[in-house]
DNA sequence: TCGATTCATTGACATGCATCAATAAATTCG
DNA sequence: CGAATTTATTGATGCATGTCAATGAATCGA
């Protein structure tokens, strides 16, 4: 049943000071005295798997989560039953930060696919950032990137059209696949249409025609859950909006 | 020309100790002695008039702003000349969080009506959050809170139509006036119907409708920018897009 | 104080995207 | 493996809200 095998659980026991994530994760900027420090709090996780929780709305706050592998999306749910997908979160990426005030979390975190998780226990972290003024400096910036990073949604949402959302969507996770030392033009896509959809505030039927007509114009080829994008160069102008006129035609607009 | 009187000059000599926001602001939470040491860090401004810019995108980051008195909007410019508003800070409420990771403003602050803010200077922040745990306590806190409150406005601009959204603004303009002990029932708009329809992702012209029909319906009385909210029940129901009936009369969509 | 500008309101009309519906393809599970 | 379920695609249609335009009201600036 078990999926665990010795490659990935070697993964797993990998200390701050050893993972390929350090530059992206908590330890960014940390000299290795400090970054040996916060690995001693630091608990590593067992594989969850797709479907798994790894904290549900209401759930008390024990601390905060760096994706080691796999990907996570976190979404409220409302009172009519609906939700909303607040994001996807991919390794290296923090997730829980929302929930320091509260004391409970805000979201719910759900297991896209087979993922592993860094848990920082909240208590110890704030300690310790007293202790080692450097990991202060980076939990201020990292919080601060988080809240600068939704001015960004801001502009999707309340101004963006369909094809613009969906560019930038694109755009986006092809940017953060390649920090990650992967491919930033062909990757696989964890989350459904129906929560990209729900993500960029669009109907999935939505996201299936757009997908379609990117396709069409060559711009990308998608099969399934495997995107490959050909324009790069055409997602940005869409996605900001610049007339998308490749240099051969005319916008719709001029019909 | 100059609106300072003798009142409001006093007003922005107080300390944090003396001011009536405390209990909102930064020193939340501290202890008399932690609140003296923050007091003197922090520098009063003069007062700002409206259209003057607390500061803009690109300048340089110095510290965060405490809202004392007044009105400010961020927003953030597009590629395209048009703005996206970010959001209205009222007294009580600090701004620039979001530029400690970059270094530099990502957003332009401006004011709405003659504002005093408190500015606390980042660098001596961070050192001073060293020496008063509570007070890094209190930073995680308030950056958390900004963070978790992001969901609402992905909510709001993601899943809810257009009377969702006024009613949404406004019954957050209502609490976040009761907080400050003034009135969650009849206040001062000071920002531009435009604005609002930028910040809520709609076009002016609904808002203006959207006034005029709450006003219709009994929920709110509106006179250019004072507002009444005479059913703030009404209101609630609609912004959680519960069936918007009151016990009276069926909505418009059974006719 | 008066003309110029900005802001708000209202109506007519257009359209982008949602919704509904049907089907197909993929995945799950007994 | 085959039935049931979920996910994706595509087409037809409708509606909420945007856009355009006209007018009036308020505010600003000289």
Redesign the interface.
Do not use: T, W
């Given at each position: 049943m078990s999926k665990t095998t010795i490659v990935n659980f070697n993964d797993l026991k990998i200390a701050c000071e050893n993972c390929s994530l350090s530059r992206l994760c908590l330890p960014m900027g940390l000299e290795q005295s400090d970054i040996e420090r916060l690995d001693q709090i630091v608990s590593r996780s067992k594989p969850y798997h797709r479907n798994d929780y790894l904290f549900r709305e209401g759930d008390t706050f024990k601390g905060i989560y760096a994706v080691k592998t796999g990907s996570i999306k976190t979404y409220?749910s409302?009172?009519?039953g609906?939700d909303?997908v607040?994001g996807f979160h991919l390794p290296g990426e923090i997730i829980g930060?929302?929930?320091?005030?509260?004391g409970v979390h805000?979201?719910t975190a759900k297991i896209l696919e087979t993922t592993a998780v860094c848990l920082i226990p909240y208590e110890k972290l704030?300690k310790l950032?007293?202790e080692i003024?450097s990991l202060?400096?980076q939990?201020?910036?990292?919080?601060?990137?988080?809240?600068?990073n939704?001015?960004n949604?801001?502009?999707l949402?309340?101004?963006k059209n369909a094809d613009e959302r969906l560019a930038t969507f694109l755009l986006s996770l092809s940017q953060r696949y390649k920090q990650r030392g992967f491919s930033s033009q062909e990757f696989n896509l964890s989350m459904s249409r129906n929560e990209i959809g729900?993500?960029?505030?669009l109907a999935v039927e939505t996201i299936s025609r757009l997908f379609t007509r990117f396709q069409d114009e060559g711009i990308l080829k998608v099969e399934r859950k495997h995107v490959e994008l050909l324009d790069i160069e055409a997602l940005k102008r869409i996605s900001?909006?610049?007339s998308q006129n490749d240099s051969s035609s005319k916008s719709s607009a001029s019909i």
């Open positions: 409220v409302r009172e009519d609906s909303q607040l930060l929302d929930a320091i005030e509260a805000g979201c704030e950032s007293v003024p202060q400096h939990m201020f910036r990292l919080m601060s990137r988080e809240i600068s939704e001015s949604m801001l502009i949402l309340g101004k729900n993500y960029l505030g900001s909006h610049c």
